[in-house]
């Protein structure tokens, strides 16, 4: 009985662990950090995971555009929410390691009016 009660506890351990490694490697994509308040592109940071969001409010909307040469590397918009920055996700940045990225960013708040824009263009290391 004790050996069964111990290969359950082995089962749930390398579950447990497995969901974690799993975890760390799906939400550990790079992005752009971006601030609504100070309407601004900030630069490259890592996506953070999507339980980090929960419970909060988006505080504005960002349209995001990402080049290389002409080349999209990325597009969408995302839903800032109340921390401190956003971060858009771009998986498609690590293909376009050592390049310079112009990033253009056009914020637009909870009522659908775009209130700022800001592009810059950074290298992607």
């Given at each position: ?53 929960i419970a909060q409010t988006p505080i504005c909307k960002v349209n ?32 376009f390691k050592g390049s310079t990225i112009l990033i253009n960013a056009t914020f637009i708040d909870n009522d659908g009016m775009v209130y ?10």
């Open positions: 009985m004790a050996k069964k009660s111990e290969m359950r506890l082995v089962v749930l351990f390398a579950l447990v662990t497995l969901l974690g490694i799993s975890y760390t490697i799906l939400f550990t994509t790079p992005g752009i950090a971006i601030s609504c308040s100070d309407k601004m592109i900030m630069g490259f940071s890592k996506v953070p995971p999507p339980l980090a969001a995001v555009e990402a080049t290389s040469e002409s080349v999209i590397v990325c597009s969408g918009e995302l839903n800032v929410m109340e921390s401190p920055n956003g971060v858009f996700p771009c998986s498609n940045l690590k293909k700022g824009n800001n592009v810059k263009e950074l290298p992607f290391k």
